[in-house]
């Protein structure tokens, strides 16, 4: 009998056991199907009309509230010709609608998924500056609407945008964009719809983000509102603000232009009878540095006013224009030496125009009187008296104040040390040389100086 009860006892376990199974999977069948009971309850014909916007807050007759926040995933490219950027991000908009309150059935609902839009009623946001946009649908449409138990509803979308960025150049390549993203109302105005940024983190950047020849530094929200005709319509603004990177330009763009103009440079250690080597040099070097200037204007918009890089390239392509003409100078007092040298060996100065010429001029010379009384064959007293005057006439201090007045003219001056440094250099054309050696590096220096000194600067007071 034992056996029989014990079998009978293990056969009503068995069936208990199976038949809690049998209730567990009818529940949650039953739960899944209340997803779609709860949806055709709230979602109805004649329950829920999406073209009425939502009630205001704590179901009061002001404006409906969304509060917005966006992920940036990605930005592509930020183009300086036509001031513009792209950038794919994941908008995001919360609202409350009280019409769309169910049971969450103790918890085990926590929100209802739709991909429609056009099932609930939607803000009609749209992107101010936006030249293009296109959703995406691969493999379906990135798009869903949450809607909670309370009544809130989550509408998240991925998209992507290219955008308007107008741009100041003057302090270009040295420069800082700030690039918006604008967010308003088309047809609601604040008295129905107001937007808002979500508390807490609006706005989320992925935090691989590359961008070419840029740097995200950080971003503001603020907000935008605008006034018109029709009324006053609630608008939201994020600003992005970039750095260029400085680095990519160094190496493109200031070396060899810096390059080029040293090289122009060795035109004044050749010898200025080498004519073809010094204006083969010349005229390369300088449709070299007009080629580089020509391919950074045509990356760069027509913008009326002078940019940092032109500053640079005008003074480094004046430099180099500068080396051409000094040779063209060298070759003309070349010419000119040659000329003189010639002369002077065609018609060399005598020796008594050498003695001459040190000699002192005729009327500081004192007449002698005992000539005249020579050649008369006169000797006497009266000779003797004139010879040996008592008193100095007028005419004789005269004469002796120009004698000292000449003596102190041809006293030796004191020697400059820059006309004795150039007196080892004979001709005119290797002291032109000579002085560009010195001239042209330091004037240079002196405009890097400047030049970076005066930019940098500004950049600063641009942070600040």
Not at 135 to 145: G, K, L, Q
Not at 189 to 205: I, M, S
Request: with cysteine; hydrophobic share 40%; aromatic share 12%.
């Amino acid at each position: 009998m034992w056996p029989g009860v014990l079998k009978l006892l293990v056969l009503l376990t068995f069936l208990l056991h199976l038949s809690r199974c049998a209730q567990l999977q009818k529940k949650v069948v039953n739960f899944r199907e209340k997803e779609k009971e709860v949806l055709d309850d709230i979602l109805g014909p004649g329950r829920y009309d999406a073209r009425i916007r939502p009630s205001g807050e704590n179901g009061t007759d002001g404006p409906a509230v969304v509060r917005v926040n966006i992920f940036v995933r990605s930005i592509s490219k930020i183009d300086d010709v036509t001031m513009e950027y792209s950038v794919q991000l994941t908008f995001r908009e919360q609202w409350l609608d009280e019409r769309l309150r169910f049971s969450d059935f103790k918890g085990r609902l926590k929100y209802l998924t739709l991909t429609d839009a056009s099932r609930v009623w939607m803000p009609d946001l749209f992107f101010s500056n936006e030249k293009e946009g296109h959703f995406h649908n691969i493999i379906m449409p990135n798009v869903y609407i949450r809607i909670f138990p309370n009544g809130f509803v989550l509408y998240s979308i991925r998209i992507s945008l290219t955008l308007s960025c107008p741009m100041n150049l003057k302090l270009y390549p040295l420069d800082r964009q700030v690039c918006s993203l604008r967010m308003a109302s088309y047809g609601w105005t604040t008295d129905d719809l107001v937007f808002l940024w979500k508390e807490g983190d609006p706005v989320q950047v992925v935090k691989n983000l590359h961008l070419p020849r840029f740097t995200l530094e950080k971003f503001y929200t603020d907000y935008c509102n605008s006034k018109t005709n029709t009324g006053e319509y609630s608008c939201l603004k994020v600003d992005l603000l970039f750095k260029r990177e400085f680095s990519y330009y160094l190496i493109q763009i200031y070396i060899p232009c810096c390059m080029l103009v040293i090289v122009s440079w060795v035109s004044f250690w050749l010898d200025q009878s080498a004519v073809p080597a010094r204006v083969s040099l010349g005229v390369t070097t300088l449709l070299t540095m007009a080629t580089q200037t020509s391919g950074i204007n045509a990356s760069l918009p027509p913008v009326s006013y002078t940019k940092a890089i032109d500053i640079w390239t005008g003074v480094c392509l004046t430099f180099v224009f500068g080396a051409l003409l000094e040779f063209a100078l060298v070759n003309y007092a070349s010419r000119s030496d040659m000329h003189s040298d010639n002369i002077e060996k065609k018609y060399p100065p005598s020796e008594t125009e050498q003695s001459t010429s040190m000699d002192l001029p005729s009327d500081q010379v004192e007449p002698d009187n005992s000539s005249n009384f020579a050649m008369t064959g006169y000797d006497g007293p009266l000779q003797h008296s004139l010879q040996k005057p008592l008193v100095r006439q007028p005419e004789d201090t005269m004469s002796m104040d120009r004698m000292q007045h000449c003596e102190l003219h041809m006293q030796p001056r004191k020697k400059n040390c820059c006309r004795s440094w150039l007196s080892k250099f004979p001709t005119r054309s290797k002291r032109i040389d000579v002085i560009s050696r010195i001239f042209f590096p330091i004037v240079f220096a002196f405009f890097n100086l400047t030049y970076w000194s005066t930019y940098l600067f500004r950049e600063e007071e641009q942070d600040e």
